[in-house]
């Protein structure tokens, strides 16, 4: 049960350890592109090349779709990433109940976007938890964790790294299940990583560069943080944090590096609407950005 790319490697591992897969249950396809033509999900397309039965249902509070779930006589559901809520009746269908693939240590950054806010807070470690799933929100017991080292990453590699990690270890789990047993979390260290709001992706660039760097760090590659130069908006992809005082927002030298609320912050990566990424050089080659100017 899973959609994203995300969980993509876990139901590879699934596979390649010779698990029978008896079904893949993921979200709907939903339009995207100039043509909002309908665009399966990562997992979808991966159990279709499997030859695994797909199902993708709206929601699986009601009966119909908890007796199919029911139907498929699961041992075990195996979820990453899926998105919809597991209701009571679908957490106790498999024997096993239904592990999770969760990116982070539990039970810090329980909730939607655990890589994103671990790096946005500056934890130099996070990594993988397979917990049971309950009714709570990431509240259910442990069986086996994983270390990941943050290291500068961005998001999007931090989330492959933890993708893979969690693949394996959720192999193992699996090759232990009656052995392992079930921890209950601590209830010190409880944080919750909330969805990402939209409003939280513009630079404020009275914020310290620190700060920024790890938000721009932790915003990229999607949705990317920005900022505005000549009422365009850019999405920053990469930047580092370096020395350097003036007004917030102003560029200080001929590098575009910007003042912030402390220190500033130098654009390592750029994108313009529409456009590919782009390193700071190709950017200043195609949108001079002289030393005085100020950044929105």
Same mark, same amino acid.
């Given at each position: 049960?899973?959609?994203?790319?995300?969980?993509?490697?876990?139901?590879?591992?699934?596979?390649?350890?010779?698990?029978?897969?008896?079904?893949?249950?993921?979200?709907?396809?939903?339009?995207?592109?100039?043509?909002?033509?309908?665009?399966?999900?990562?997992?979808?397309?991966?159990?279709?090349?499997?030859?695994? %039965?797909?199902?993708?249902?709206?929601?699986?509070?009601?009966?119909? %779709?908890?007796?199919?779930?029911?139907?498929?006589?699961?041992?075990?559901?195996?979820?990453?990433?899926?998105?919809?809520?597991?209701?009571?009746?679908?957490?106790?269908?498999?024997?096993?109940?239904?592990?999770?693939?969760?990116?982070?240590?539990?039970?810090?950054?329980?909730?939607?976007?655990?890589?994103?806010?671990?790096?946005?807070?500056?934890?130099?470690?996070?990594?993988?938890?397979?917990?049971?799933?309950?009714?709570?929100?990431?509240?259910?017991?442990?069986?086996? =964790?994983?270390?990941?080292?943050?290291?500068?990453?961005?998001?999007?590699?931090? %989330?492959?790294?933890?993708?893979?990690?969690?693949?394996?270890?959720?192999?193992?789990?699996?090759?232990?299940?009656?052995?392992?047993?079930?921890? =209950?979390?601590?209830?010190?260290?409880?944080?919750?990583?909330?969805?990402?709001?939209? =409003?939280?992706?513009?630079?404020?660039?009275?914020?310290?560069?620190?700060?920024?760097?790890?938000?721009?760090?932790?915003?990229?590659?999607?949705?990317?943080?920005?900022?505005?130069?000549?009422?365009?908006?850019?999405?920053?992809?990469?930047?580092?944090?370096?020395?350097?005082?003036?007004?917030?927002?102003?560029?200080?030298?001929?590098?575009?590096?910007?003042?912030? @609320?402390?220190?500033?912050?130098?654009?390592?990566?750029?994108?313009?609407?529409?456009?590919?990424?782009?390193?700071?050089?190709?950017?200043?080659?195609?949108?001079?950005?002289?030393? @005085?100017?100020?950044?929105?």
């Amino acid at each position: 049960m899973g959609s994203p790319d995300f969980a993509v490697p876990t139901l590879d591992a699934l596979v390649a350890a010779g698990h029978d897969v008896v079904a893949a249950y993921c979200q709907p396809p939903r339009s995207a592109g100039r043509g909002k033509a309908l665009r399966p999900t990562a997992v979808q397309g991966r159990a279709e090349a499997l030859g695994i %039965a797909v199902r993708s249902p709206v929601s699986l509070k009601n009966a119909a %779709a908890q007796a199919e779930f029911a139907a498929f006589d699961p041992d075990v559901a195996v979820v990453a990433a899926y998105g919809l809520i597991l209701p009571q009746p679908i957490l106790d269908a498999p024997p096993f109940g239904c592990l999770n693939v969760h990116g982070s240590l539990l039970p810090r950054w329980r909730g939607a976007a655990p890589v994103q806010r671990a790096i946005m807070a500056g934890d130099e470690v996070t990594g993988v938890t397979i917990m049971q799933i309950e009714a709570g929100l990431d509240t259910g017991p442990m069986l086996l =964790t994983r270390e990941v080292r943050i290291n500068r990453k961005t998001a999007g590699q931090l %989330a492959d790294e933890i993708a893979q990690v969690g693949a394996a270890a959720m192999v193992e789990v699996l090759a232990k299940l009656n052995a392992l047993p079930l921890i =209950t979390q601590p209830e010190d260290g409880v944080t919750y990583a909330a969805k990402i709001a939209k =409003t939280e992706a513009r630079i404020d660039w009275t914020r310290p560069a620190t700060e920024l760097e790890r938000l721009v760090q932790g915003l990229a590659p999607f949705p990317g943080a920005w900022f505005e130069i000549s009422e365009e908006r850019i999405k920053l992809l990469g930047a580092e944090a370096v020395g350097g005082s003036g007004t917030p927002g102003r560029v200080i030298d001929d590098k575009m590096t910007v003042a912030c @609320g402390d220190g500033a912050l130098r654009p390592v990566l750029l994108q313009r609407a529409g456009r590919s990424p782009i390193s700071l050089d190709e950017f200043l080659r195609g949108f001079p950005v002289a030393q @005085g100017m100020m950044l929105a």
